[in-house]
Every structure is written in C-alpha cells, then in structure tokens.
C-alpha cells in the first residue's frame, strides 16, 4: 500500500479563496482524521469520521470549514472562504479500528493564505 | 479535550548524549503512543504502551508508561543525527480517537 496520500503538498492562495484539500487512506481502513499543525498550537483534530460518516466536527473552526467523505477512498476539506489565519499544515490520517493500531498520517498539505 | 503536556519544548543536544523527553496528563489514557515527526513530512507511529508501568525498547529508544497510565516517558541512549525531529505523545482514552501532546523538538548536533 502507497500509505496515506493527500494533495496537493503545498498550496498558495489568495485570502477569499476556495481551497480544497484531498486524501486517499489506507484501503481497509474505517476511519479517517483530518488535523491542522502550526508552530502555535500543535496538532489539532478537526474532524473524524467512521465508515465515511462524521463522528465528530467539534473541532472545525468555523463554518468556513467543511468536510466530506463520499467513499472510503477518498475525503476532502473544503475552506471557503480562506483567511490568513487558516495558514499551516493540514494532515489527514487514517487508521483500523480507531485507536487500536495507531494512525497513519500523509505527508500533509502545506496552505499558504496571503 | 485530553491536555498532555510534553518537555522539553525544545532540546539540543551533541551526538553520543543521552536524553529523557517527558509527556504527563492529569487523565488517565488507555493506551499511549508516541510518534516522530521529520520536516516536511507526518508523524510516523514509533511504539504503543498500555499497561501501567510498561517499558518497551526500540532499538536505543526506551518507553515507560507511568504506573497510573496518566504520563510516559521516552529515553534516547548515545543520540544520532538521525533521532532529530518532533516527538509526539498521543493518549487514547477508550474512545475512538488519539489526543495528542504539544510536542519536543528534538535536535542532535554532529
């Protein structure tokens, strides 16, 4: 298995924007995490989902914020419209069984919002 | 929300040196991993630990699970250029999901 892919690696837009954001997890793997680093507050989950359905939003920012999972195969984080202050990396990771295995994270999308 | 605190922030060290980076919590998790994070890339999954008092080694890593399965540990004897990165702990709580730790950012200077 390739692993976890998200694309694009880095994106560079300008605020007001729409962004989207993409990931193929691990075939076989029922859930799907999507997090947000920066330097200032870490790793932050910002939704969660299970056999493709959202098991927790609590923590997407903001209406601007929005994400889907249409298949097991593929999920997208949609910002719209974007702000500077969206700017970090965005990871997205997939595991079996929630936390039995442990996750396993892509390579991230790195956003730029100037 | 689960807080783990981890220390150091930030740690340099000289190669050959060892280290103890720190990850404690007042919860209490049912399992422990920690992860290491290089540049540019996402958190790769090191170890699970989910007894209390728990000690697992990796090669010159070594993790301890506190007896109360609220904090851990990870020691790296003789450091290499290559053990640069961030180190994450992540505690599970019985739920679904990992919280994870604020993080160390290690450096080891050749």
């Known amino acids: 298995d390739a692993g976890v892919i998200q694309s694009p690696r880095h994106e560079v837009t300008e605020m007001g924007q729409e962004v989207t954001l993409r990931c193929k997890p691990i075939?076989?793997?029922?859930?799907l995490f999507w997090y947000r680093q920066t330097m200032m507050r870490g790793l932050e989950l910002l939704i969660y989902f299970n056999n493709n359905v959202p098991i927790d939003d609590s923590g997407m920012p903001e209406d601007r914020f929005s994400a889907k999972m249409p298949n097991a195969s593929f999920s997208t984080l949609k910002i719209q419209p974007s702000e500077p202050r969206d700017s970090a990396v965005y990871f997205c990771?997939?595991?079996?069984?929630?936390?039995?295995?442990?996750?396993?994270f892509g390579s991230g999308t790195r956003l730029t919002v100037v | 929300t689960q807080l783990l605190e981890q220390s150091p922030q930030f740690l340099s060290i000289q190669e050959g040196e060892n280290l103890t980076v720190y990850c404690n919590s007042s919860s209490v998790f049912s399992s422990l991993q920690w992860y290491r994070q290089e540049p540019g890339e996402g958190p790769v999954l090191l170890v699970t630990?989910?007894?209390?008092?728990e000690v697992k080694k990796l090669k010159r890593l070594t993790f301890q699970f506190g007896d109360a399965r609220k904090d851990s540990s990870l020691h790296i004897t003789a450091a290499q250029p290559g053990d640069t990165g961030l180190y994450l702990c992540a505690g599970a709580d019985g739920g679904n999901q990992f919280y994870f730790g604020t993080g160390t950012s290690l450096t080891v200077i050749p």
């Open positions: 075939s076989g793997h029922d859930y």
């Open positions: 990771a997939s595991s079996f069984l929630g936390t039995a295995y442990g996750y396993t």
């Open positions: 630990v989910v007894t209390g008092g």
